[in-house]
């Protein structure tokens, strides 16, 4: 007796890949008949697992969108994540002084930094990691305060939003760049104190946003740029106002200043355009250093004139750590950034991070430039 022909052994048919998908609980979805598309077949053998009872698999190995905006290079979407940095998106990007109506596809430099007072236009890197498309995904672009911590919908403004499909991950439109079509004029930090940061999420009506939809450490829908670049004399501005995210409940919270050499921080390759971007530590050290968290008066001022104190007066007010029983009244810091006589080839990185009941719940990122 002949043996029976496998599927797509006959040589008058185009022979197909057969690959077998196995479930999670260690089944296979059988390869289809000769003649029957892939996607359907597959979408039916899931459905009849799903009416069998059959644990499904994870959503990325299901034919379904895995949306990501990347919370650190090499990020997969998988959450919580257990890399620290997660406010130093490189998936969110500015082109200054550029309105958004007349804005490129794709900013000419990653790097770009925001400039105070005149339309710029905002960038989004959307990522679908998942086997099955991604259609009429919406993008919003949010701006928030200079923030240590959780951030909530209290504390973001919607700037602007728009809408892009993406196919499946192992095709070529699997990613792309978008940008906010509406313009984004931030205030200056030399007058209000406060650095404008930037909030983007991803989602769509297959691949919903879900919980801790302002938190990227949580959820892979969300982005966030919190860094602050300071290029000259604005390295030389007395105060960074950042706010100090509350909770439900008192908490003990410390706050910590880190210097980071330059080339452990991958933001810096964006901001350079290049891989190996040279710099170092600067050799005079910066003065860098927070005051101690103090409750947020009306006005939001803190009744501390900090550019009227001399460099020896603000060496002795600034610590480098802070512990403090956290209350729920709104508190914050101030990080004071002075880093004069830098060369051509150095950069001064601080991150300032703030850990509730021994949990890293957000941060800061300062690069001070010459």
């Keep these: 007796m002949a043996d029976a022909k496998k599927p797509g052994s006959d040589p008058k048919l185009p022979r197909r890949n057969i690959v077998e998908t196995t479930g999670a609980q260690g089944g296979s979805i059988p390869p289809p008949p000769d003649g029957v598309p892939q996607l359907p077949w597959d979408l039916f053998q899931i459905l009849m697992k799903t009416c069998r009872g059959d644990t499904p ?5 299901s034919f379904l969108p895995y949306l990501v905006i990347r919370a650190f290079p090499g990020d997969r979407g998988g959450r919580p994540t257990s890399n620290p940095w997660v406010w130093e998106s490189p998936d969110i990007f500015v082109m200054p002084n550029q309105p958004a109506a007349t804005a490129p596809a ?5 790097g770009g930094m925001v400039q105070h007072g005149v339309p710029n236009t905002v960038y989004a890197h959307v990522w679908n990691l998942g086997r099955g498309p991604a259609t009429n995904v919406r993008v919003e672009f949010y701006t928030f305060p200079s923030t240590l911590g959780t951030i909530s919908a209290a504390d973001v403004n919607l700037v602007g939003f728009t809408y892009v499909s993406l196919g499946t991950r192992d095709g070529p439109q699997c990613h792309a760049v978008v940008h906010c079509p509406v313009d984004w004029v931030a205030a200056d930090p030399a007058v ?10 991803a989602f769509s009506l297959d691949d919903p946003l879900g919980p801790n939809g302002f938190d990227p450490s949580r959820n892979r829908h969300v982005g ?3 860094v602050g670049i300071l290029i000259g004399a604005q390295a030389q501005m007395r105060g960074i106002t950042l706010k100090v995210a509350g909770a439900q409940s008192a908490h003990k919270a410390q706050i910590t200043v880190l210097p980071v050499a330059p080339d452990q921080v991958p933001w810096i390759q964006l901001l350079t355009m290049r891989r190996n971007h040279g710099l170092r530590a600067p050799a005079i050290t910066p003065l860098v250093g927070i005051t101690p968290p103090t409750a947020v008066l009306d ?3 803190t009744g501390l004139n900090l550019a009227a104190l001399p460099d020896d007066a603000l060496a002795r007010l600034l610590v480098q750590r802070h512990e403090f029983q956290r209350w729920t009244d709104p508190m914050q810091v101030t990080l004071i950034a002075h880093a004069p006589k830098m060369a051509a080839n150095e950069a001064h990185v601080v991150r300032v991070q703030l850990v509730q009941e021994n949990i890293l719940v957000g941060g800061f990122t300062t690069i001070l430039l010459p």
Excluded: E
Aim: proline letters at 15%.
């Design 57 to 61: 698999r994870p959503r990325k190995d």
């Design 106 to 110: 794709i900013p000419p430099n990653l």
């Design 192 to 201: 209000t104190g406060v650095v404008p940061l930037l909030l983007v999420r």
């Design 224 to 226: 966030i740029r919190s």
């Design 299 to 301: 006005g939001g001022a």
